[in-house]
């Protein structure tokens, strides 16, 4: 498959220390890829790096061989990016449909509309009048999903989406995203629950102090316990 995304050599931080120290990381187009790894390792940094959130100190950041790296978010966004941010982040205060049209306004090209994504969840359809701070942690995220969809994305970031659910909830959230890839959409997923990272990704990469440390099959990595145990804690 040809590389949607391809980031190689990528070194960023804060405030001048180094937290992604040479990373170089594919996601073929049409593919979901989980990026693995204990806390701390710089997960969120590399996403937040390639969504144009943090300029990186060096390296390359290419979406189907255009370059990015530098580039603000806003023109990150335009190029075909979104995010999920870990955390949801929705408008407390604006409702469903308020966050939704807001996202819709700034949408690129695509097949993405609002009623689609009533289609997808139809629980945010039920909930269209209630504002962000009378949702569900699981309805938050599904309408974080919702707003990122509407900017008609090339690929999608999604940054520990089960972050703080139940697991029934969980549950509900990995199908809506099974859909999401039964469509052919593009995903890096940062995530801590090996099971939805399992059940979604076609392939797995674990970073390690900054760096990738390995790469390959999810069902080839779930059948190595020893190597998991060592490169995650688990077994």
Same mark, same amino acid.
């Not at 170089?24 to 990026?35: F, K, N, R, S, Y």
């Not at 990595?221 to 688990?234: E, H, P, T, Y």
């Given at each position: 498959?040809? %590389?949607?995304?391809?980031?190689?050599?990528?070194? #960023?931080?804060?405030?001048?220390?180094?937290?992604?120290?040479?990373?170089?990381?594919?996601? +073929?187009? /049409?593919?979901?890829?989980?990026?693995? /790894? =204990?806390?701390?390792?710089?997960?969120?940094?590399?996403?937040?790096?390639?969504?144009?959130?943090? @300029? +990186?100190?060096?390296?390359?950041?290419?979406?189907? /061989? =255009?370059?990015?790296?530098? $580039?603000?978010?806003?023109?990150? #966004?335009? #190029?075909? &990016?979104?995010?999920?941010?870990?955390?949801?982040?929705?408008?407390?205060?604006?409702?469903v449909e308020e966050n939704l049209r807001i996202a819709a306004g700034r949408r690129r090209r695509g097949p993405w509309t609002v009623d689609r994504v009533y289609e997808l969840m139809p629980r945010l359809a039920e909930r269209r009048a209630n504002r962000g701070d009378q949702l569900s942690g699981g309805e938050q995220q599904m309408l974080a999903i919702g707003r990122a969809l509407l900017r008609n994305p090339r690929l999608?970031?999604?940054?520990?989406?089960?972050?703080?659910?139940?697991?029934?909830? &969980?549950?509900?959230?990995?199908?809506?995203?099974?859909?999401?890839?039964? %469509?052919?959409?593009? $995903?890096?997923?940062?995530?801590? %629950?090996?099971?939805? $990272?399992?059940?979604?990704?076609?392939? &797995? $990469? &674990?970073? @390690?102090?900054?760096?990738?440390?390995?790469?390959?099959?999810?069902?080839?990595?779930?059948? %190595?316990?020893?190597?998991?145990?060592?490169?995650?804690?688990?077994?």
């Amino acid at each position: 498959m040809t %590389d949607l995304l391809a980031v190689s050599g990528l070194r #960023a931080g804060y405030a001048g220390t180094t937290v992604l120290d040479g990373v170089d990381l594919t996601v +073929p187009a /049409g593919a979901v890829v989980a990026l693995l /790894g =204990r806390n701390g390792v710089g997960k969120t940094t590399f996403v937040h790096t390639v969504m144009g959130m943090l @300029r +990186p100190y060096s390296g390359s950041i290419r979406l189907d /061989g =255009r370059e990015l790296a530098g $580039a603000a978010a806003h023109a990150v #966004a335009r #190029a075909g &990016v979104a995010i999920v941010p870990q955390g949801r982040r929705v408008f407390a205060p604006l409702t469903v449909e308020e966050n939704l049209r807001i996202a819709a306004g700034r949408r690129r090209r695509g097949p993405w509309t609002v009623d689609r994504v009533y289609e997808l969840m139809p629980r945010l359809a039920e909930r269209r009048a209630n504002r962000g701070d009378q949702l569900s942690g699981g309805e938050q995220q599904m309408l974080a999903i919702g707003r990122a969809l509407l900017r008609n994305p090339r690929l999608l970031l999604l940054d520990e989406p089960s972050d703080g659910l139940a697991p029934a909830v &969980v549950g509900q959230i990995a199908e809506v995203l099974e859909r999401l890839r039964g %469509d052919g959409i593009s $995903a890096l997923l940062v995530e801590q %629950d090996l099971r939805l $990272a399992f059940r979604l990704a076609d392939e &797995v $990469a &674990v970073m @390690r102090k900054g760096r990738i440390a390995h790469r390959g099959p999810t069902a080839e990595f779930r059948s %190595d316990r020893d190597r998991a145990r060592a490169l995650l804690g688990v077994g």
